[in-house]
C-alpha cells in the first residue's frame, strides 16, 4: 500500500512552528502526542520533514526508540553531528578523514561532530548554531518519542541544553532554531511541560490530528482501483472497521491484506470480514492485558492499578497510596516492598512500568489506560481470574 500524504496538515505545521502564525506559539517548541502505531513517525519522517525541506530548512531527525538500550542524549548529539558533517566544506571532510580531533568550520569555532555534548565536546547549541551558519537557513530538530530522554539523566540534560540553544538562537520575528518533540504517551510527554523544573516549562502539548475519513477514502479508492468487483467500496464500514482498530494503520492494513487475499476463503463482503477482525482485535487486545494484570502478584497489581487511577497525580510511597495498598492485598506494606514490585514491573518483559531519571513512574503502554477506563465504566473492574502458584506462597 502506497503511504497516505497528509501534505495539508504538514504544511499548516510547517507554517506555525517557523512562527507565520499570528497568535501562535509553536516557534517555541511543537509539542505532538499521539498513540503508538497511528501513524505519527510516518508523518513526521513523511510528510513534516520533506515539506520543512521544501520551504528550505536543514532537518535534524532523531527517534530515540531506534536504540532504546542507548542513551538519548547520546543519540539526539549523534543525529546533529550527521547533520553537521553533511555540512563541512571539502577542506574540513578531508582534515575529519585523516582523523584530526577537531577542524574549523567557516571561522566559527573548531568542533568535534562526535564530542558534540560531551564534557570535552562542543555544546549542543554550539552545534547547532554553527549547522545554522554553515546552512544559512533555519534549522528543525524534530525529536520522535522525546518522553524517552527523561529516563536518563544525559537525556534530561539535552533537553535543558536544547532549550538552551533555542533560547540563544531564537529573537522576536527571528526563528533560526525549530524544535519539534513527539511522543505515544501524553502523560509522560506532559514531563517535559508541566513543571518548573521541566526543560520546556510552559510549552503546551498538542493531540496530532488522527487518520480518519479521508485516509478511509484514500484506501476505498486503492481497492477500486485494484479490485473492480468490489465497487462500491463501503466506506462507513471500513471507518468503524478503522475505529475498532484504533486508528492504528498498520494492524489495519494487515487485516485488510489478509481480508482481500486469494487464501482468504471469505463469503460474505470483505467490510464485514474487516469489522469482524477489529472486533476480534479488541478482544485479543483486552486479553492480553488482562492476563498480564492477572499474571503479576498481589501488590505489584495494587501497585499498578494505583497507578492507572491516578496517572500523573500518582506518587508511589505517600500514606495514602500505602494505605490503597494494604486495602488491595490485606496485609501490611512498606515503602521497600513497593519498591521492589515496581522494579518488578519495570523489569517484566515488556515492561509495564516506565520510570524516569527523576524516580517518576508511569504505566508503560498507554493503551492500559483506555482499557483500564473502559472496565471502569462497564463496571468491571478489577479483572478476576485463577491465581498463580505464587498466590499459595
Do not use: C
Not at 500523573?312 to 495514602?320: L, M
Request: net charge neutral; glycine share 6%.
Amino acid at each position: 500500500m502506497q503511504h497516505f500524504p497528509r501534505l495539508l496538515l504538514a504544511q499548516q505545521i510547517a507554517q506555525a512552528v517557523q512562527g507565520k502564525d499570528l497568535f501562535g506559539d509553536a516557534h517555541n517548541g511543537l509539542f505532538l502526542a499521539a498513540p503508538r502505531r497511528t501513524g505519527k513517525s510516518t508523518f513526521l519522517k513523511e510528510d513534516l520533514q520533506p515539506e520543512l525541506e521544501r520551504q528550505g530548512l536543514v532537518v535534524v531527525y532523531v527517534d530515540l526508540w531506534a536504540a532504546p538500550l542507548r542513551d538519548p542524549g547520546e543519540l539526539i548529539a549523534e543525529a546533529i553531528g550527521r547533520a553537521l558533517q553533511g555540512h563541512l566544506g571539502p577542506v574540513a571532510k578531508a582534515a575529519k578523514t585523516s582523523g584530526l580531533e577537531s577542524v574549523s568550520i567557516a571561522g566559527v569555532l573548531k568542533i568535534d561532530t562526535g564530542k558534540i555534548g560531551r564534557p570535552n565536546g562542543s555544546t549542543l547549541a554550539d552545534a547547532l548554531r554553527t549547522l545554522h551558519e554553515l546552512a544559512h537557513v533555519p534549522v528543525a530538530l524534530m525529536v520522535d518519542e522525546a518522553q524517552h530522554a527523561l529516563t536518563s539523566e544525559a537525556g534530561e540534560s539535552a533537553m535543558t541544553a536544547l532549550k538552551s540553544a533555542r533560547d540563544q538562537l531564537n529573537a522576536p520575528g527571528k526563528v533560526k532554531l525549530i524544535l519539534v518533540m513527539s511522543g505515544s504517551d501524553r502523560d509522560k510527554l506532559l514531563r517535559l511541560v508541566n513543571s518548573n523544573a521541566s526543560p520546556f516549562y510552559g510549552s503546551q502539548i498538542q493531540r496530532m490530528p488522527e487518520l480518519g475519513e479521508d485516509f478511509i477514502a484514500y484506501i476505498a479508492q486503492q481497492i477500486e482501483r485494484q479490485r473492480p468487483d468490489l465497487r462500491p467500496v463501503d466506506q462507513t464500514r471500513l471507518m468503524q472497521a478503522f475505529e475498532g482498530f484504533g486508528k492504528r494503520p498498520q494492524f489495519f492494513l494487515f487485516a485488510l491484506n489478509e481480508t482481500l487475499g486469494p487464501l482468504a476463503g471469505i463469503s460474505e463482503r470483505f467490510e464485514v470480514a474487516m469489522l469482524a477482525a477489529a472486533q476480534q482485535r479488541q478482544r485479543d487486545d483486552e486479553m492480553q492485558m488482562e492476563s498480564d494484570f492477572l499474571g503479576i502478584k498481589p501488590l505489584e497489581q495494587a501497585v499498578l492499578w494505583r497507578m492507572l487511577e491516578q496517572g500523573a497525580r500518582f506518587r508511589p510511597y505517600d500514606a495514602e497510596a500505602l494505605r490503597f495498598y494494604q486495602d488491595k492485598t490485606g496485609s501490611k506494606v512498606t515503602p521497600a516492598k513497593v519498591q521492589t514490585a515496581l522494579e518488578s514491573l519495570r523489569q517484566r518483559q515488556p515492561s509495564m512500568v516506565w520510570k524516569s531519571a527523576r524516580s517518576e513512574y508511569a504505566v508503560d503502554d498507554a493503551a492500559m489506560h483506555r482499557w483500564y477506563t473502559q472496565r471502569i465504566n462497564a463496571q468491571t473492574w478489577p479483572p478476576v481470574g485463577a491465581q498463580p502458584d505464587w498466590a499459595e506462597e
